[in-house]
């Protein structure tokens, strides 16, 4: 079978038509909690439509019997054929390790490589240190080989929740990564700088940091941070992008921006979806959008319980 051309406007966080702004939440979770370890939850989600058909899902958990209370949880997997009815893969797909990840592996985002196989980009924390970005490849999606060195970090600021876009150019292919940029410690308040910002790479390896700001904290529902963009490339190559908004006193909520250049950004100030059923009544935050097989959309987003149970729930467009 010829091997189809890599088209790096196409390979990943793509949609034809824009995902929109109409939303309803799902009654049934996707993933669930571990019982073993309640309080831990499932987190920051992020969904790949595979070539071979079906979709995996990669977010952060504990895998059944690895519950070791050191740790904050690892980066595992699931498959779905539908986007609707998911069963976890066996195993972690990116486990804590020293030095950077020595407490916790979080916030995949897993892209397509122009050479073949994927690479993923995620969140590593340790104790008492501000957060990295560090990356990870694979040939099947399933087994992960780590990759040296840190790709996003300056040891003042944490760093974390990245997605990867790739933009063509006359001069090769540009990777930009958007992700958070938090005050280490963290602080809040609309002062506090803890943004949304973007660094380009021409390996996938080397980034530089872009000046300016993506989404900065403006209003009072981001009064603690904004972060966990997911940035959606559209088919008149506009650009759209959701993101979580944290408040003091309000855990969340998913807003939107639109964007002609994947640079320049103007939100939309009402939350898409907020903390109002009682599965996300605690929290709601870090969403990712995938198309489903009847051309709709879904959104899958980490959400909070009355008692802090955290599991990943879904969102479908109108």
Known sequence: MPRVKFNPQTAVHFHETDPGVDWAKDAAPAIEFNPLVPGSGVLTPNVVALASGGYRMYYTGFAP?????EHLGHILSAFS????????????????????????????????????????YYEARRPN?????????????????LEDGVRIGDGEWSYGSPRCV????????????YFHHYSFPMVSGLDAQNHIVSAVSRDGLHFEMEPGVRIAQETERETYAVYAPEVVRLGDGSFRMFYAGWAEGIDGGIFTAASDDGLEWTKTPEPLLDLDVPLDCGMVSEPCVTELPDGRFRMFYEARDGERRARILGATSG
């Open 65 to 69: 019997g690895l519950t070791n209370q």
């Open 81 to 120: 054929p539908d986007g609707s009815v998911w069963t976890p893969d066996a195993g972690v797909r990116v486990d804590v390790h020293s030095p950077h990840a020595a407490e916790r592996t979080l916030c995949p985002d897993v892209v397509p490589m122009p050479g073949g196989g994927c690479r993923m």
């Open 166 to 177: 790739y933009f063509p150019t006359d001069r090769g292919l540009i990777y930009r990564l």
């Open 129 to 145: 240190a501000p957060t990295v970005i560090l990356s990870a490849t694979s040939a099947d999606g399933l087994d992960w080989e």
